[in-house]
């Protein structure tokens, strides 16, 4: 697969109906194993999974649902209207399982993410409470990500985190990529292989954000103009965000690949912004545990 500006936007279907508004495949990706949808529904819909030969990370973006899964039932899961107003509740389920999502708010609406496993994981509910906040990068480069499914989750492949970043500030950032399996003499891992999908919600109408996705040899260079659902694929290399002054950008991403890490190497071009971050932007968290009093 050629990945181009065109290719690595997916463009969101939404029409403000139930179901599915947003969908990657591993084969439209033209990768190994990440698959990606986002649905909604209203007040009394279900909807029904079987995991068969996958791991699945369901993410609630908004409202709330009670969930029956063949090993058991979790009742009111969810609080947040949307993804700005509070913390995640996920549901990792390993392969050979079945679950159903009911909504019980007036619209519900989540994210799941799924990838071929040879290996069995216990069940997991993931509360507000079990996200961790990181304040990541300075000045205008500060950013915040709540981790879902971080590394050292009890599971085989996903990663899956959310990041919000404030009204014109850059993200992801100095470029990194991890798109090579590294390890030192000792074995410590430098740097995964991994896919990876941003999924992106916009806190009001109109706004937007610019992702370029390139490479060292530029055999891969993109910028895409992600909107409200949009996704956008990076297959490999680097791949910064902006989000456009006035908005807050939110993207959840999605992860898979070689390990359950999210060891990067940053573009030695860029990396000595670092040195001049001598702050974080005062407007983080966006979000934070005490929205779920």
């Known amino acids: ?13 939404d ?17 190994d194993y990440l698959n990606m949808a986002a649905m909604r529904l209203r007040r009394g819909e279900s909807f029904a999974v079987e995991t068969r030969a996958h791991e699945n990370a369901t993410v609630i973006l908004g409202g709330v649902c009670d969930i029956s899964a063949s090993d058991g039932d979790f009742v009111n899961v969810g609080r947040r209207p949307d993804v700005f107003s509070g913390m995640p509740y996920a549901l990792y389920m390993s392969r050979n399982k079945q679950f159903e999502i009911t909504a019980t708010s007036d619209t519900l609406e989540f994210a799941s993410c ?3 496993t040879d290996q069995d994981f216990p069940t997991q509910l993931v509360r507000p409470a079990d996200s961790e906040i990181e304040l990541r990068g300075g000045g205008n480069a500060s950013r915040q990500i709540n981790g879902i499914l971080p590394p050292g989750f009890n599971c085989h492949r996903i990663v899956a985190v959310e ?15 991890h798109d090579v399996h590294k390890e030192d003499d000792e074995g410590v891992l430098l740097e995964a292989d991994l896919e990876e999908i941003y999924f992106y919600k916009i806190d009001h109408p109109g706004g937007y954000a610019y992702q370029r996705v390139y490479n060292d040899d530029r055999s891969i260079d993109g910028l895409m103009l992600a909107g409200n659902h949009d996704s956008v694929l990076v297959p ?12 807050t950008t939110y993207y959840l991403n999605f992860l898979a690949g070689s390990a359950q890490s999210l060891a990067n190497s940053d573009d030695p071009a860029y990396a000595w912004v670092k040195g001049t971050w001598t702050f974080v932007d005062p407007r983080l968290p966006i979000v934070h545990h005490g929205m779920e009093g």
Do not use: C, D
Request: hydrophobic fraction near 30%; aromatic fraction near 16%.
């Open 1 to 13: 697969m050629k990945y181009t500006s065109e290719t690595m936007l997916v463009k969101s279907k």
């Open 15 to 31: 029409r403000g109906e139930s179901g599915i508004f947003a969908e990657v495949s591993a084969g439209q990706a033209g990768w």
């Open 114 to 116: 799924w990838v071929p």
């Open 163 to 177: 990041v919000y970043t404030p009204p014109g500030n850059w993200s992801s950032y100095p470029p990194h990529k």
């Open 236 to 247: 490999e290399g680097y791949h910064p965000v902006v989000s456009a002054h006035g908005y």
